[in-house]
């Protein structure tokens, strides 16, 4: 048995908001606009290669967890509904796109000038719309029950197959970003061979990768085996790229191949070096012609473009490689993402979300069609599955903090119930209760935040006596007993980040010696406190920018911690020379009010 996870508190609003909002109204059934676009008289007839068949896939995927999870009796109807009435216009041939016959991507392109987007002779999201299709029929399959819908995908796997083989149509031809539109594919047919253990899947799996590598503009693998910055392999365009490492994740995962490992890993590093706000999100924009394109390593400006796409692919990304190693880093970036970049692009009522978010900037939620409003809602949901782990089946490692609970089972114990009482992510202790079927041995593995110096942990008031190292888990080993309680005790203090925005001229001399200079730089302090990314509203009252002096001294004497009860925390900046600059939460800043400024960063006075 999986572990079955309810969260209490902000991650449980957000799946509540999520469930009456955008799950429960975007897609009813087949007269959906979204859905309509797979209706034969209108799939005969749209020549225009656009991306909008994608937000099929991803519904199913995000509401058939959803109606699971919640028993939401409406919702499972309508997931049924629109899966059985893809299925009526699925094709003989396996086709469940939304394009024309012609314009279908079982069809030879000729070759196009390259551009710096690696973009196809003619527009296509055509295996970008399957891929989704081929995870959302999957999706239904395994949450909700009906083989239908996992032969529906097998039948799909089955078309890419032959035309990627047989075919002799090169993927790359297929998608943009020199093929990473469509190499995505590599995800879904790993998935169809998890689903199906047919062996034709990791087939598909291979040569969808093979293809990718070999493309001397991708290079996916070895670029990435190399070490290859995130920026610089393809155009670097953040969404497609992570998603890409996911599927390089899932056929280690698989295979067991120690390189694909490896090459996830390293694109992760890069990721998480130089390509992250404070708030988990990947970001670019800067001094690039996309906003959604990796910058390059070591640009900084407050104002880029974190899209909640690649925010939901990050958050895959870091799922994949923590069930590979267990390691407590790639959580902490899934809970840092959720719980800033991801609940800032949410709105409360869970139909209004944010295409992009800024570290400052204003907030703006999207229109109707944006792909950003179902890749939000998938994000959500897959967060109650990653909130605890099973290893080899005698081990229960929890991942996220929040109020809630988890249900599990555990050899030689049973049924497991462990409840967590906090006010997580706001300051407070966490207080596991673990409620068993029958006492046995079993090791419970904690998350120790990075930042979380002197935590201590307490077993039935006592101390645990196990080794405490921030940045991994904690392993407590014993035989537990029903109503045992662990207490974790995490020290929230105020930490001040700086940042700079810099550019140094570099040349050579006539003598061969290099020369440096200095010519741009804007230095910024920005501030967070556990988990949680800070920031202010437009100062006072109407600046959307600050320049300020920081005081002398160590942070704790400027930097303050606001308990108030009953509410959010608030940090308070003390500058010295004027009232003091109040921050709240991130993701709360504004009341998460269309149109409310966020600024995370202020400039710091240059040196006189």
């Known amino acids: 048995m999986m572990p079955r996870t309810r969260f209490d508190g902000l991650l449980g609003d957000a799946l509540a908001a999520n469930l009456r909002g955008r799950l429960s109204h975007f897609i009813v059934d087949e007269t959906s606009p979204a859905i309509v676009l797979f209706s034969p008289e209108r799939r005969a007839t749209n020549e225009e290669g656009d991306w909008y068949g994608e937000h099929a896939g991803k519904w199913l995927v995000a509401a058939s967890r959803a109606a699971a999870r919640s028993g939401d009796a409406a919702l499972r109807t309508n997931v049924i509904r629109v899966a059985d009435y893809l299925l009526s216009v699925q094709e003989p041939d396996g086709y469940l796109g939304t394009y024309a016959p012609a314009r279908r991507f079982m069809h030879p392109r000729p070759p196009r000038p390259v551009t710096w987007d690696g973009a196809p002779s003619v527009r296509t999201w055509d295996i970008w719309t399957h891929a989704y299709l081929v995870l959302g029929l999957i999706e239904v399959h395994r949450q909700l029950g009906g083989d239908r819908y996992l032969d529906a995908a097998r039948r799909i796997g089955d078309l890419c ?56 503009h991708l290079a996916l693998l070895r670029q990435a085996l190399a070490g290859a910055d995130a920026a610089f392999i393809g155009t670097g365009k953040a969404y497609q790229l992570a998603w890409n490492m996911v599927g390089v994740a899932k056929l280690h995962r698989v295979t067991d191949d120690p390189a694909l490992l490896n090459a996830a890993r390293n694109v992760w590093a890069s990721i998480r070096e130089h390509h992250l706000t404070l708030g988990g999100g990947p970001w670019g924009g800067v001094a690039h012609r996309s906003r959604e394109v990796f910058n390059a390593p070591g640009a900084f ?121 906090t006010a997580w992510p706001y300051p407070d202790d966490v207080r596991l209760h673990v409620a ?19 935590a201590v942990l307490l077993v039935n008031g006592e101390a645990a006596g196990v080794a ?27 930490v001040a980040h700086r940042a700079s925005n810099r550019n140094v001229q570099e040349s050579r001399a006539p003598d061969g010696s290099e020369v440096r200079q200095e010519v741009l730089r804007f230095d910024y302090v920005g501030f967070t406190c556990g988990p949680l990314v800070y920031a202010t509203e437009r100062i006072d009252g109407f600046k959307t920018a600050e320049t300020v002096r920081l005081p002398e001294g160590p942070s704790k004497l400027w930097l303050k911690l606001d308990l108030e009860e009953g509410g959010a925390p608030a940090l308070s900046f003390y500058p010295g020379y004027r009232p003091p600059l109040r921050f709240t939460p991130y993701f709360a800043a504004g009341g998460r009010r269309d149109g409310a400024w966020r600024l995370t960063w202020l400039q710091v006075a240059a040196a006189d």
């Open 301 to 421: 400006s407050p104002e880029a473009y974190i899209e909640t796409c690649s925010t939901l692919a990050w958050i895959q990304l870091n799922r994949e490689l923590l069930a590979a190693t267990g390691e407590a880093c790639f959580a902490e970036e899934i809970e840092r993402s959720a719980y800033n970049d991801l609940l800032a692009a949410q709105a409360p009522d869970g139909e209004g979300w944010c295409y992009y978010v800024f570290p400052n900037g204003r907030r703006v939620h999207t229109t109707y069609w944006r792909c950003c409003k179902s890749s939000g809602a998938m994000a959500i949901e897959e967060l109650p599955a990653l909130a605890t782990s099973v290893r080899d089946g005698a081990t229960l490692d929890v991942n996220l903090y929040g109020p809630g609970e988890t249900v599990v089972v555990l050899e030689g114990v049973g049924l497991v119930t462990l409840r967590q009482d």
């Open 436 to 454: 068993l079927e029958r006492e046995g041995r079993f090791a419970l593995r904690l998350r120790i935040p990075s930042w979380a110096d002197g």
């Open 161 to 216: 197959l032959r035309t990627l083989g047989d075919g002799g149509i090169d993927i790359t031809d297929l998608g943009n970003h020199f093929g990473m539109s469509a190499t995505v594919l590599l995800d879904p047919a790993v998935e169809l061979h998890v689903a199906t253990g047919d062996a034709r899947y990791l087939d598909l799996a291979r040569l969808v990768l093979a293809q990718a590598d070999a493309n001397p």
């Open 468 to 494: 405490i190292t921030p940045g991994e888990y904690a392993s407590i080993e014993r035989v537990w007993r029903d109503g045992d309680q662990v207490t974790a005790v995490f020290p929230f203090v105020p």
